[in-house]
């Protein structure tokens, strides 16, 4: 079968458009973010949250508990509304210039999903087993849960499914063909929310350590594993991109977008850039 490919002039765009600024702006709000609710911690756990019977946990934990999961709910339905109602509706004839700004972009968005994960999985998950460890829980809702479970775990989320909704509706490549690394990427640690659930079972029914190593608390592990597949996200994405860039500053034929939306896992062939 012939392989419909497209020749451009050389035309060096901006660098503004591949620029780093909204990932550290990104990176820097959800950090600062966090370490003021880390802050928050420091000054209300032990004097406010010990007892989840007394009206000053009510006035300090369960309504920011309230408050976040409807504020997180209202932003998760916002994100993926407005990302598909912007959506590209016309993929086929997107430029060379354009398609590679996207993948930079997406390459962005991955990066605060990963940082947005490191703080839910790694940061506050760390921080809660040492929190239960020294303090008996009279309640599923403790302060550390609060954070962890209903804020950290929910914001990942929404970024891992922001970045996906990206993919699928900016890219061609993403278009037409489902991910599975991709879907495995965002959907794995997601299942770390619904894991929750069983945590908390366990945790109603027996007494234990905290310890990452106890079978009730191995789908945590093995769902923070599944972050993983980042790799091949990459693996899927850089022959593309090898391909545009090849095109974009050195003049090389690359396959049309049509092309790649027909046959996306030829894109994702390293071999397919070289013919």
């Given amino acids: 079968m012939a392989q419909t490919t497209t020749a451009t002039t050389i035309a060096i765009p901006e660098r503004s458009l591949f620029s780093w600024n909204r990932m550290w702006l990104g990176v820097g709000l959800l950090s600062g973010w ?15 949250g010990l007892d989840y019977t007394s009206a000053e946990y ?13 504020l997180e709910a209202l932003a998760f339905i916002a994100v993926c509304t407005w990302l ?18 996207r993948y930079w ?37 403790t302060p550390s849960h609060i954070i962890e ?35 495995v990427l965002v959907g794995s640690p997601l299942m770390i929310f619904p894991n929750v659930g069983l945590n908390e079972f366990g945790h109603t029914r027996w007494f234990m350590e ?16 599944g972050a993983l597949a980042i790799m091949g996200v990459w693996l899927q994405a850089c022959p593309r991109v090898y391909e ?5 500053y050195y003049g090389k034929t690359a396959a049309s977008p049509t092309k790649v939306m027909d046959e996306p896992e030829k894109a994702a062939d390293p071999i397919y850039c070289e013919v």
């Fill in 105 to 141: 972009n997406l390459g962005l968005f991955i990066v605060v999903y990963t940082v947005a994960i490191y703080w839910g999985a790694s940061y506050f998950t760390e921080q809660d087993g040492t929190w239960h460890q020294t303090v008996i829980r009279d309640t599923d809702f």
């Fill in 84 to 101: 598909w109602i912007t959506r590209d509706k016309n993929l086929e004839n997107i430029s060379p210039v354009e398609e590679l700004r």
């Fill in 244 to 248: 545009l860039m090849k095109q974009v």
């Fill in 210 to 225: 905290e310890l990452f190593v106890a079978p009730l608390h191995w789908g945590f592990v093995a769902f923070g594993w």
């Fill in 34 to 48: 966090y370490i003021l609710v880390n802050l928050y911690e420091r000054a209300f756990a032990f004097t406010k």
């Fill in 149 to 183: 479970f209903y804020q950290s775990y929910p914001i990942y989320i929404i970024l891992g499914v922001g970045s996906f909704m990206y993919a699928i509706t900016r890219l061609p490549m993403f278009a037409r063909a489902f991910s599975i690394p991709y879907a």
């Fill in 58 to 70: 009510q006035t300090y934990w369960m309504n920011l508990l309230l408050a976040e999961l409807a």
